[in-house]
């Protein structure tokens, strides 16, 4: 049974950094594309995507608004994926969540990826 728990969210000022790790248990991260979505508080609203990392390691992929800020990475010994947030804007608070494929190419759109962590909550404070 594949499961993907996310850790450390929390409440932070505009301007601070925080880390968020996502573990893995029933799948090894090295052989899936893995990536980090976000869900803004509200109605409506919909999960978009944050950052992607292929399976080599090598190539990251990020969304115009969290560009030269964020960092996503993994560590293949812990078998974990993490996103390195810097400069946060009042406009990151979300949930957070991480995901991962086995298609080298997968979708931006968060409703075709295979496996999903149960979120873990990031409020930025101005």
């Known amino acids: 049974q594949v499961q993907l728990v996310e850790s450390g969210g929390g409440l932070v000022q505009a301007g601070d950094s925080l880390r968020v790790s996502c573990t893995a248990s029933?799948?090894?991260?090295?052989?899936?594309?893995v990536a980090w979505f976000r869900q803004a508080p509200g109605p409506g609203t919909e999960r978009e995507f944050v950052?992607?990392?292929?399976?080599?390691?090598?190539?990251?992929y990020y969304s115009d608004s969290v560009e030269g800020r964020f960092t996503i990475s993994r560590d293949n010994a812990k078998n974990t994926i993490y996103l390195q947030m810097d400069a946060l804007k009042p406009e990151d608070t979300a949930i957070y969540y991480c995901?991962?494929?086995?298609?080298?190419?997968?979708?931006?759109?968060?409703?075709?990826?295979?496996?999903w962590g149960q979120g873990t909550q990031v409020t930025v404070s101005s």
């Open positions: 950052a992607r990392l292929t399976r080599s390691g090598v190539n990251q």
């Open positions: 995901a991962a494929d086995r298609a080298t190419y997968p979708s931006r759109d968060w409703k075709s990826w295979d496996y």
């Open positions: 029933g799948l090894t991260f090295s052989t899936h594309t």
